[in-house]
């Protein structure tokens, strides 16, 4: 039981069950003159609450549940969200997110630490008996602006 809530704590590194919400910051992560990266999702099946999601830029942070470069709460519209991270210096990226339906600020979690909302991951990654790793959730980011499709399940 404890491997499956540690499991669930690590797949997001966001807010889980029982613990406070996330700061979501919306400043720039560095220069205005640098790409942004705008992260839409779709297939969203609730038109309620909001995708809260999180930008890493390491492997290390991204697989160890380290600190994300910036968090946002991108509201749901319809069957999409969409959220920008301006100004971000190119390199390799990214996404853990989840679908906040009820508006709490938190993962729901079953007892034994399974999401109850639709979660995703950057490159539509999917875990083996976790949460998806660097290796299949990271992408580049080069010099020009950037759109980056996610499906929330």
């Known amino acids: 039981m404890k491997i499956i809530a540690a499991t669930a704590a690590a797949l997001f590194g966001l807010a889980l069950a029982g613990s406070a919400p996330p700061a979501f910051a919306a400043e720039p992560v560095a220069a205005a003159a640098t790409?942004?990266?705008t992260v839409r999702f779709a297939g969203i099946e609730t038109?309620?609450?909001a995708v809260l999601?999180?930008?890493y830029a390491s492997e290390a942070a991204f697989d160890a549940g380290g600190q994300p470069?910036?968090?946002r709460m991108a509201p749901v519209k319809g069957d999409t969200a969409e959220a920008v991270?301006?100004?971000l210096a190119p390199g390799r990226y990214a996404v853990k997110a989840f679908h906040?339906?009820?508006g709490d600020g938190k993962m729901g979690t079953t007892p034994f630490?399974?999401?109850t909302e639709p979660y995703a991951f950057s490159n539509d990654a999917i875990g083996e008996a976790g949460p998806a790793k660097w290796a299949g959730a990271s992408f580049d980011l080069?010099?020009?602006d950037t759109v980056h499709t996610i499906k929330i399940r």
């Open 142 to 144: 080069g010099a020009a």
């Open 47 to 49: 038109p309620t609450g």
């Open 85 to 87: 991270f301006p100004g």
């Open 100 to 102: 906040d339906i009820d």
């Open 53 to 55: 999601l999180s930008l």
């Open 69 to 71: 470069v910036a968090s």
């Open 113 to 115: 630490g399974m999401p």
């Open 35 to 37: 790409p942004s990266l």
